[in-house]
């Protein structure tokens, strides 16, 4: 127990140096590892189905809503020497104000186990983004909106991802947007409503388990850390207690913007669901105090292979180690 408390604190300090705004963020991040980072797909079994919902800032009018979902496999996975790949597929779509953001993404990792029980992962995405105009909420007679195409349409657009997993600790760097794209209109204009580029964004995320000696409860604090190449860093800190493989429970705080309560719920090796509820201490507490989100995932074969610390609560490192 003394390690775990160790190990919180050194995530404090590590997150405490760093202040930032960050405009994509999933509470449970480790549910979503496909969306995450690419180097996840075909991590976690022989099949995988995701989905989910966030609402950020319920009541505040044109608040950001981002629907979701994804589907990843493996293949060719053999023995515990053995490298294997896996493919996916991710859609995402983002409504923000009278904007809307569609992307869709295919995904490509390659795993290898390691000595000591780690494994190595490397991959990427490959991405389509959209981005239009809601056409009702805006006025299309409005002169200063005359003059911009009603859509974008941005492509390539590449998110690469590594991943080392332990049954004890995970690492985790990923990258979104990671070639700086123009937004391009379909008659040549490069912008939509301001002149604009998507710029890189990379995400660290460190976690660590720690199970109680009867193997009823574990331990899993973790920190997320992002950064824009033209913003200073943020982060999340995150504390889970998973019960007997069934239940896990968690907080985490969100520098300077919110705290975060989080219960998970699986059942067998095949269905994990995920609720959070942000408490808003930042200025829009002023408005609405409260953001959502709402995970759903699916095996449906199970998942036989060891537990991936990070990856989601459908395994327990406990009975593992």
Known sequence: MRKAVFFCFLLFLLGSALLAQ?????????????????????????????????????????????????????IGKK???????????YMESNNEGAFAIKTFSLVYAWHKRL??????????????????????????????????????????????????VSKKMYFDFSAKQ????????????????????LMPTFYFTVGRNFVSPNYAWTYTPSIQLRSALTYYPTFDLNLLVYYHRMI??????????????????????????????DYSISRFSTVSANSREIIFGYTPYGSPVPFSPGSHIAQCPGFDL
Request: charged share 15%; aromatic share 12%; hydrophobic share 40%.
């Open 79 to 89: 023995g515990f020497y053995h490298s294997w790949h896996g493919v996916g597929a």
């Open 248 to 277: 896990g429970i968690g907080i985490s705080y969100r520098d300077r913007d919110s705290f975060v309560g989080m219960i998970q719920f699986r059942y067998k090796n095949k269905i994990v669901l995920g609720l959070s509820y």
């Open 115 to 164: 000595a000591h029980d780690y494994t190595l992962s490397a991959g990427f995405a490959l991405s389509a983004v959209n981005y239009s105009m809601d056409a009702s909420i805006v006025d299309a007679r409005d002169p200063a909106l005359y003059m911009y195409p009603p859509s974008v349409f941005i492509f390539p657009v590449l998110n690469p991802g590594v991943r080392l």
């Open 178 to 197: 990671a070639t700086a794209n123009e937004t391009v209109g379909p008659d040549g204009v490069k912008e939509l409503g301001t002149n604009n580029r």
């Open 22 to 74: 960050q405009n994509t963020v999933y509470s449970q991040y480790m549910l979503n590892g496909l969306g995450m980072n690419p180097a996840y797909a075909g991590e976690a079994g022989p099949l995988e189905i995701i989905m989910g919902r966030r609402s950020q800032w319920a009541g505040f009018p044109g608040a950001p809503v981002v629907n979701f979902a994804g589907a990843c496999k493996a």
